[in-house]
C-alpha cells in the first residue's frame, strides 16, 4: 500500500527547474532511498515534502488523499518528521528538554512527567536513553537517537532522513540501520538520503534522480551499486580506485609531540607525532570533532615550521563555500584569489583580464569545470563543480604538499571519483599528502598509511594494505589495539 504518493511535482527558481514532473509511489512499511549527484534535486524535493517549499505543479497525496503542505507545522500535523543532517539540538539542554521543546504552552511543567514519557517512547522503540543527559555529553551516535526520538513524540509516520550517516563512526551506522529497519517493521516508512552506494542498497527502494528527473525506481535486491553509480550520473564510473605503487621520497612534513588548545585553554591535540613523505597519502581517520580540524589549522597556519625548507603547499579546506571560495565572485576570479598579485595576472598592480580568462578556460577543461562560461558566480554551481575549481587552484603550481580536509563532503560518487583521481596524479608526481575524512571506506582506498585519532590523539597508525573497515572503526569509537 502506497503511504505517499507524489505526482507530477514540478517545482522551479526562475528558469531552472529543479524537480521536473516528478512521480515517486513509497510504500508503508519501508525504507525507500532517494540517491542522486549534487544538484539533481534531492533536497528541493524533501523540502516540498516537508513543507519548506511549494510546488509550482503537482499533488501530493498522504495514504491515497491528496493533501497541502503549506508549512512545516503542517507537515508535522501530518505526521511527517525531518531528521537534518546536521542535528537540530539545543547542546545545553537534556534529551528530555530537546524532544519535548515547543510541544508544551502549559507553563507549569512537570519535567519529571515528561523524562517518564521519553522513557516510555525510547523503550517502545528499543532506543535506550537517559533522559537526564545533557546533549552536549552524548555521542554522536546517541544524538542522533535522540533527533529520532524527537520526531517520533511529535507522532510522526513518515520519516525523512537526510544524509544520517556522515558523522558516524561504522558501529554506529550498523545501529542505525538496525533502527531504522524496526521503525519500518512497526509500520513506519522512512524516506533515506544519502549518497553512500553501500547504505543506500541496504534499503529496500531506491529511486535515483538526474537534473531534476526520476531516472528509475527498482528494488535493492534487483540492481547494484555499480549500476545505481551509473544510472545517477550518466556515465561510467569506476567505484575501485586505481592506485599504482610509487617510490616513496624525502620527508615532506613532519610534525613531533604536537599540542593545541582552544580559546577555553583545553586540550583538542594532544601529542601527536607523523611524517608525509613525497608519492605518499598519509590519511587521518575519525569521527567529526576529534581534533581533526584543529591539526590541519595549527599545520596549515605555519606550515613551514613542520618542514626542512620552503615548499608550495595546497590547502582543500574543510568548507568550499566558508573558507574555500567567495561565492559572489566568479569563476576566473576565484581561480586566481591567491596568485592575483603575480604574473600574467597583475602587471603593475593592474589585473590583466586576458590571463586571467585564458587561465579559467583552461582549467575549466582540463578539472571538467561544468558552467556556461568564466564569468558565472561560483554561488549557482553545483558543489561537486565548486568543489573542482578548489582543486584547481591549490594544485596549480604542482604542490610539495597538499593538505586535503574532507575533499569529498556532501559530493556525489562521479564528483568523488574526478576529486580522488586528481589527488592520486599529484601522488605518482611526487606530492606528499595529508587526506583528512570522516569517509572510511574512502580514507582506505586513498590511502598508504591510514594514522586513526580520537580525543585528540592518534591512537594508531596502520598501513592501509592490511587494515581493515572494522579494525579502524574500533579505534575511531575509542576501542583498544
Known amino acids: 500500500m502506497s503511504y505517499l504518493r507524489l505526482e507530477n511535482i514540478t517545482k522551479k527558481f526562475g528558469t531552472f527547474i529543479a524537480n521536473d514532473n516528478i512521480n515517486i509511489s513509497i510504500e ?25 517549499y511549494q510546488p509550482d505543479n503537482g499533488q501530493i497525496y498522504l495514504q491515497n488523499k491528496p493533501v497541502k503542505i503549506a508549512s512545516s507545522d503542517v507537515a508535522i500535523k501530518l505526521g511527517i518528521g525531518m531528521i537534518h543532517q546536521h542535528f537540530m539540538l539545543i547542546p545545553q539542554l537534556t534529551v ?28 517502545t522503540y528499543n532506543l535506550e536513553i537517559d533522559p537526564t543527559a545533557k546533549v552536549e555529553d552524548l555521542p554522536v551516535g546517541i544524538q542522533q537517537r535522540v533527533e529520532i526520538l524527537k520526531v517520533l513524540y511529535r507522532q510522526a509516520k513518515l ?43 541496504k534499503c529496500d527502494t531506491v529511486t535515483v534522480l538526474r537534473r531534476g528527473k526520476v531516472i528509475t525506481t527498482t528494488k ?28 616513496k621520497g624525502e620527508v615532506i612534513l613532519s610534525v613531533k609531540n604536537l599540542h593545541v588548545k582552544d580559546n577555553r585553554g583545553i586540550a583538542v591535540v594532544r601529542n601527536v607525532s607523523f611524517e608525509v613523505r613525497a608519492g605518499e597519502v598519509l590519511g587521518v581517520a575519525g569521527v567529526d ?34 573558507t574555500g571560495l567567495i561565492l559572489r565572485f566568479n569563476i576566473a576570479q576565484n581561480l586566481i584569489l591567491k596568485a592575483f598579485k603575480n604574473q600574467p595576472f597583475s ?44 582543486l584547481a587552484r591549490e594544485l596549480a603550481g604542482e604542490p610539495d604538499l597538499i593538505i586535503a580536509m574532507q575533499p569529498t563532503r556532501g559530493l556525489d560518487v562521479g564528483a568523488i571519483e574526478a576529486v580522488q583521481q586528481r589527488l592520486l596524479a599529484q601522488r605518482e608526481r611526487g606530492a606528499a599528502i595529508l587526506y583528512i575524512s570522516t569517509e572510511l571506506e574512502e580514507v582506505i582506498a586513498i590511502s598508504d598509511r591510514i594514522a586513526v585519532m580520537y580525543k585528540g590523539e592518534f591512537v594508531g597508525i596502520l598501513d ?13 569509537g575509542g576501542g583498544k589495539r
Open 159 to 201: 520519516l525523512i532522513l537526510d544524509e544520517p550517516t556522515a558523522v558516524l563512526t561504522p558501529i554506529e551506522v550498523k545501529s542505525l540501520i538496525l533502527i531504522l529497519r524496526q521503525l519500518a517493521e512497526r509500520g513506519h516508512t522512512i524516506i533515506f538520503i544519502s549518497h553512500k552506494l553501500e547504505e543506500v542498497i
Open 289 to 322: 570533532g576529534n581534533g581533526q580540524s584543529e591539526l590541519v589549522d595549527s599545520i596549515y597556519r605555519t606550515p613551514y615550521s613542520y618542514m626542512s625548507r620552503v615548499r608550495r603547499v595546497g590547502y582543500i579546506p574543510e568548507d568550499r563555500q566558508k
Open 220 to 247: 535493492t535486491q534487483q540492481t547494484t551499486p555499480q549500476q545505481l553509480a551509473e544510472l545517477m550520473v550518466g556515465r561510467q564510473v569506476s567505484l575501485c580506485l586505481d592506485k599504482q605503487p610509487v617510490a
Open 28 to 52: 508503508s512499511g519501508t525504507i525507500h532511498a532517494i540517491l542522486g549527484e549534487n544538484g539533481a534535486g534531492k533536497s528541493t524535493l524533501m523540502n516540498i515534502i516537508s513543507g519548506l
Open 96 to 123: 528530555t528538554e530537546n524532544i519535548i521543546l515547543g510541544q508544551s504552552k502549559n507553563i507549569h511543567l512537570n519535567i519529571r512527567q515528561k523524562q517518564a514519557e521519553v522513557i516510555a517512547l525510547s523503550q
Open 347 to 390: 602587471r603593475r598592480g593592474l589585473l590583466q583580464q586576458d590571463a586571467i580568462k585564458t587561465n579559467a578556460v583552461s582549467a575549466m577543461e582540463e578539472f571538467d569545470i561544468r558552467a556556461p562560461d568564466v564569468n558565472v558566480p561560483v554561488s549557482q554551481l553545483s558543489g561537486g563543480n565548486q568543489q573542482k575549481i578548489v
Open 464 to 476: 592501509a594494505a592490511n587494515t581493515t573497515v572494522a579494525e579502524i572503526g574500533w579505534l575511531m
